[in-house]
């Protein structure tokens, strides 16, 4: 029985079952319930100093479905810094740009490391391996540099594009405050610069990678802009393909093999949609055919994954029975 005395029913999958058969409101209404109590667990991740200003108590999520809804609940209307959350949108961006020819640059396998770790890049020759953690995604933000002098201007208008309107923004403030701590970031990007795996400056590198993660946006905002990734690639928004459908299975694969660092496998196993994670608490979850999620909570767990946020994704998987298995 969940806290309001009803019972919780996870569906089962059912490939026939239409959105419309689906009571989100109702659905998000029973989750808000259920993870109430995790709300506040966890840590915000105060080597961004911005960031640990951020109270702990919020939530929200929101659903954008394929026929047009947006359904939210808790503090879903609320902007955030999004992190790595933008490395789905500078991937889409850099894939469009050079297309297969980024693997040369940088692999698709899970790093099994944390989201900021060293040590793999010597052994593999700078090469990082994947674009979700932090080392690929500075790799793809110089992919997106060599074509635009205004990289992280680049990303953001993606989404305006993807998203069919204007509301997400820079957050001047967290991108300052990443650039005054980002040490460790400055260490990978100098370290894959010696094997010449980074061709512009690095300093324009780093700070378009700063600039593209604190973006701001809402939970509501974000589903809107990752719907394309539900819709072999079109934005339902604007009827604009923002990157063809065998390239969409390409980031959504990627999403699920690596977009919750090296907690990806048990994401996977428990939940079964692709997703990405950022340490602004801001977790994106796709479904294929379907929708695309976002559930936000500061509060991390020792992979940079927010607590509240994915267990609201996993039980959204089980309310609506969906899963991309």
């Known amino acids: 029985m969940c806290a309001s005395g009803t019972k919780w029913l996870a569906r089962p999958y059912d490939p026939g079952v239409s959105e419309g058969t689906l009571d989100y409101p109702a659905i998000l209404a029973e989750i808000a319930e259920r993870v109430r109590p995790l709300v506040g667990q966890g840590a915000v991740a105060a080597y961004i100093p911005e960031l640990a200003k951020v109270p702990l108590e919020r939530w929200g999520i929101a659903v954008a479905t394929l026929d047009g809804q947006v359904v939210q609940a808790g503090d879903a209307a609320q902007p955030f810094s999004i992190q790595s959350v933008s490395k789905v949108f500078s991937l889409t961006l850099a ?66 594009e993807a998203a069919g309107d204007t509301a997400a923004r820079f957050d001047e403030a967290v991108a300052g405050s990443e650039s005054e701590t980002g040490h460790r970031n400055r260490a990978l990007a100098h370290f894959m610069k010696s094997f010449g795996n980074l061709h512009n400056d690095v300093d324009e590198v780093l700070e378009a990678y700063f600039h593209h993660c604190s973006i701001s946006m809402s939970c509501a905002d974000l589903a809107r802009a990752a719907l394309f990734l539900a819709n072999r690639g079109r934005s339902p928004w604007s009827g604009e393909v923002v990157l063809p459908p065998d390239r969409t299975k390409y980031v959504n694969a990627l999403m699920l093999t690596c977009g919750t660092y090296d907690a990806a496998g048990e994401f996977a196993f428990r939940v079964g949609l692709p997703a990405k994670s950022g340490v602004g608490g801001g977790l994106l979850a796709i479904m294929p055919g379907r929708f695309a999620a976002c559930a936000w909570s500061p509060g991390l767990d020792a992979a940079g994954n927010s607590v509240a946020a994915a267990k609201s994704i996993e039980l959204l998987a089980q309310a609506t029975g969906l899963s991309v298995f």
């Open 95 to 160: 894939i469009r740009l050079i297309g297969d020819a980024l693997w040369r640059r940088v692999g698709r396998e899970p790093s099994g490391s944390a989201f900021n770790s060293l040590v793999q890049l010597e052994h593999e020759a700078g090469i990082p391996r994947n674009p979700l953690i932090n080392a690929g995604a500075l790799v793809v933000t110089d992919v997106i540099r060599s074509h635009t002098p205004d990289a992280a201007g680049a990303v953001l208008e993606l989404i305006h």
